[in-house]
């Protein structure tokens, strides 16, 4: 019993993290996009795509790239 409880637990809390940081990899991949493309690209305002959906998963992708990963890249190059 105690078994099922904590699994149902992780379940819960992992789909709470894959909520909050697509939305949050959403919203700033949305906002870079708008700032290099000045203002062309995504051409829906922000709360109207889907953050899970195709054209949703690039700009989510684009937002990691920015806020995860250069910063890594960067941090391994400079002191690596």
Do not use: H, K, N
């Amino acid at each position: 019993m105690p078994e099922l409880f904590l699994r149902g637990l992780l379940f819960i809390g992992e789909a709470i993290l894959e909520l909050i940081f697509s939305y949050l990899f959403y919203t700033v991949g949305w906002l870079l996009l708008r700032l290099l493309t000045l203002g062309r690209y995504p051409r829906l305002p922000l709360r109207q795509i889907d953050p899970e959906s195709p054209r949703g998963s690039w700009i989510a992708g684009f937002g990691f790239l920015c806020l995860i990963a250069l910063p890594l890249v960067a941090l391994v190059f400079l002191y690596g």
